[in-house]
């Protein structure tokens, strides 16, 4: 069978829409219709009900989505190996987003290599809501993600909970952490979701950035404030240039490495069980040095 008949497929089931889907998969619209009816051939069952509101599957459609998805990761890993030299034998690709490889992920990496040296890493950059269908669609092997919406089909494992703090690089304590030096970093939906219910009223600052270490950054040479996780501005607040904000809010999530069922003997579940021991054993290290 077309892989691409498999990766369309997918994409249909993702958006809701034919029309969606040709832009995902990025072709016409008729040839989405084309490639759909080709699977369906090709399968003897109609995959999609079709509806001016959308497309939905059938039952035949709901037996065929697991297959799609394996199909799809196989021959994506497929391609990764042909490439690899002799001295490795596959490719995991890992997906997080930047507050989960601040601090932890890009951390771990050198202990991922040395405990599973002929594995070659593929590291990508990624929301939660992309992380999701990516693993839905095989593009991805193991993500790394806070509050995973979705799992059937999916193993998930907890690595740790992460605490989201207020910090300020104002030597002045008096000023106000939440004045016109206040830094919005956007670290995902949940963080932006608890903190526009914990600041109803709270006005758009002036410098909202996307990427946490561009916050630190900006630290180091405004005296501004902003909200970081605990693990990865522990040292910083140790060396006394970062001062903790005690009195305000603070969220906390859990991390979960997240992966298909089908691998949890594979590479993606020996990966999550090493990173698991890795948080387990580092965060727990860090902990006695603070005395918390």
Request: hydrophobic share 40%; aromatic share 10%.
């Amino acid at each position: 069978m077309d892989v691409e008949l498999a990766r369309t497929f997918l994409a249909v089931v993702e958006t809701g829409s034919f029309f969606n889907a040709a832009g995902k998969v990025n072709v016409t619209q008729s040839t989405v219709s084309m490639r759909i009816l080709s699977l369906e051939q090709q399968l003897g069952q109609p995959v999609f009900e079709r509806s001016k509101s959308g497309a939905t599957m059938t039952a035949a459609g709901r037996n065929f989505q697991r297959h799609a998805t394996t199909l799809v990761r196989t021959w994506t890993q497929a391609k990764l190996d042909a490439a690899l030299p002799a001295t490795l034998e596959s490719v995991l690709e890992i997906g997080a987003p930047p507050s989960l490889w601040d601090g932890f992920l890009i951390d771990a990496i050198p202990t991922l290599q040395a405990k599973i040296p002929n594995m070659a890493i593929k590291a990508s950059l990624a929301t939660s809501d992309i992380l999701g269908p990516k693993l839905n669609d095989g593009s991805l092997d193991l993500a790394v993600m806070y509050r995973p919406q979705n799992t059937s089909g999916l193993a998930v494992e907890q690595l740790f909970e992460d605490e989201f703090v207020l910090v300020s690089s104002d030597s002045d304590t008096s000023t106000d952490p939440f004045g016109e030096n206040y830094v919005l970093i956007d670290w995902g939906f949940e963080f932006r979701t608890h903190h526009l219910l914990n600041f109803p009223q709270f006005t758009t600052p002036s410098l909202q950035l996307g990427i946490g270490t561009l916050g630190l950054q900006y630290l180091r040479t405004v005296p501004a404030s902003g909200y970081f996780p605990r693990r990865s501005i522990e040292p910083e607040i140790q060396a006394g240039w970062l001062h903790l904000i005690e009195d305000a809010p603070r969220f906390a999530y859990a991390a979960y490495a997240v992966f298909s069922e089908s691998q949890s003997d594979g590479m993606a579940g020996k990966t999550a069980r090493i990173l698991r021991k890795y948080a387990r054993e580092n965060l727990n290290i860090r902990r006695q040095k603070e005395g918390r």
